[in-house]
């Protein structure tokens, strides 16, 4: 199956929802409607590794990263990499409406990991012909499960205006 083909399916098999944000926390006052897409391209399914590290970075055997506040550090899977392109792409649509997945670029330099029952990702993603796209990262991804991801928007440099602080630090972002 091609990856045109792959993506159409993803998107046809998953449920797309574009949420509105029900309340707006101190850490994530900025907070705007997500898209929100599956990691494994059906609602609900698949979870996340627990092992340590971020995309391309070193693994601690296993074991999953904490920080004292419950802030958790998780691999970058290949399922919940296509998982947040396939967001960040269905919220670009919206705005974007030419563009085609072929075109986009990352996401890149990524953290992910998992605070207060939530999980989070950030990384940087923009789109080969839009050289504009590439600036105001990382952005920002937030899922409820670990598979059904909403893309939150950049952060403009400032991460913890979307993350958590506790995960910000953990990733070595500073607040």
Not at 33 to 62: D, F, H, Y
Not at 76 to 98: G, I, N, Q, W, Y
Not at 136 to 151: F, L, Q
Request: aromatic share 6%.
């Amino acid at each position: 199956m091609s990856k045109a083909m792959g993506f159409t399916a993803a998107i046809s098999l998953s449920a797309l929802v574009v949420t509105g944000c029900g309340s707006k926390s101190k850490e994530n006052a900025d907070a705007q409607p997500s898209a929100s897409v599956s990691a494994s391209g059906s609602a609900g399914a698949g979870t996340p590794s627990k092992s340590s590290g971020k995309s391309g970075g070193k693994s601690t055997g296993g074991k999953s990263q904490s920080s004292g506040k419950g802030a958790t550090v998780l691999p970058m899977t290949a399922s919940v990499r296509s998982a947040l392109r396939d967001a960040f792409l269905t919220k670009a649509m919206e705005t974007h409406r030419k563009e085609k997945q072929a075109n986009l670029v990352g996401p890149t330099e990524t953290h992910y990991g998992k605070v207060g029952g939530v999980y989070y990702a950030i990384g940087e993603i923009s789109f080969k012909d839009d050289p504009a796209s590439k600036q105001d990262g990382p952005h920002v991804w937030k899922s409820p499960n670990g598979t059904d991801w909403g893309y939150e928007g950049d952060t403009g440099g400032d991460v913890c205006s979307k993350v958590p602080s506790a995960l910000a630090k953990v990733w070595g972002k500073s607040c």
